[in-house]
């Protein structure tokens, strides 16, 4: 999907940009906010994020501009409250905002709500799904938004963090990855997670996949990758 993000703090903005691309979206920054309306009517995504400063100006006459305009009615904004304030937030919700996520930062809880604000589009008819919402390898087939895994057509249930590292080795299937990629990215704080922990996190996740968990290769000394060849095996 694509996805606007759109502030003054080049930092943050920069923050949730590598988290979406971690998640297959296509993102654009716009800075100042004051050019959103302008380059919207250019090409409009299928979500906006909008990062206010910390004393969140001109943010609700921005939401209100965006929503008199036809064009952009229907597109879904989510909104990051700098102050982290109940009363800000409802301000935000009230100006024409689908949903807004506090700072202190927490970034699974706002790709929970991307996700979210996607999905509904998707179920509700107004945008098809793309390639960066469905992965597919072999019999394997992983819908983002939907946080749904099947495996040859049979649903498997998995955990948020199986799912994300299922996802992450499926995006580079073939590739190795050391446990320190690995934890960087699935967990983004790696320096917080010990090595088992993941290697736990891996034995349940080829558990649950049954005669295709092998497709998990372990390379001794430097970590894990999937091998499609595992996974076609099994469609076949």
């Not at 691309?21 to 009517?41: F, T």
């Not at 939401?63 to 009363?87: E, K, Q, T």
């Not at 809880?109 to 960066?132: H, M, N, P, Y």
Request: hydrophobic residues 45%.
């Amino acid at each position: 999907m694509f996805i606007t993000v759109a502030g003054e703090d080049d930092k943050f903005c920069g923050q949730l940009e590598r988290l979406l691309l971690c998640e297959s979206h296509k993102v654009s920054v716009i800075k100042p906010l004051a050019e959103v309306g302008r380059v919207l009517q250019g090409s409009a995504p299928h979500l906006l994020v909008l990062v206010p400063d910390a004393a969140g100006r001109s943010v609700v006459d921005l939401l209100g501009a965006v929503r008199n305009d036809s064009g952009l009615r229907r597109l879904p904004i989510l909104c990051i409250n700098p102050r982290g304030g109940g009363a800000d937030g409802v301000a935000y919700l009230d100006a024409g905002a689908d949903d807004f996520v506090n700072r202190p930062f927490n970034p699974h809880i706002f790709l929970a709500r991307v996700r979210t604000l996607l999905r509904r589009r998707v179920w509700s008819g107004d945008l098809e799904q793309d390639e960066a919402t469905i992965l597919r390898c072999g019999a394997l087939a992983m819908n983002l938004l939907a946080r749904q895994v099947l495996l040859s057509g049979r649903p498997v249930v998995l955990t948020r963090l199986e799912f994300d590292l299922l996802a992450f080795l499926v995006r580079g299937a073939d590739q190795v990855f050391s446990r320190s990629d690995i934890l960087e990215a699935v967990w983004n704080y790696p320096q917080d997670v010990a090595t088992r922990t993941l290697d736990k996190h891996v034995e349940t996740l080829r558990r649950k996949l049954g005669a295709v968990g092998a497709a998990i290769e372990t390379i001794h000394g430097v970590g894990y990758r999937l091998a499609p060849s595992a996974l076609e095996m099994k469609r076949a």
